[in-house]
């Protein structure tokens, strides 16, 4: 019996579910930890509205407040930077890709 296996990446993930937004990034890390608005919104130390305007897309973050919740949590600064300036260009109807690198 031979099996077929199939690469499975950020391709594939987006043509099933849409393109990754900040809003879509940060319920689904919320979930993943298993934990409720108010337990995420005392971690971050912001309201519990405005974690759920985050999560649901009714407000995009500024990139400095990306990076602070990126160190916040301990993951890459550019991900998270990257997430909001792309949704704010998409917000804006500029159908431009954003890719942010280091400056070294």
Known sequence: MTTKTQNFGLKEITDLYGEITFASALNSLRLSEEKTLKEYSDFLGISIQRLS?????RRIPSPSWARDFALKIGHPILYWIEL????????ENINLKVTVTSKT
């Open 53 to 57: 305007d985050l999560e649901k897309g």
């Open 84 to 91: 909001s300036l792309q949704d704010k260009l998409r917000s």
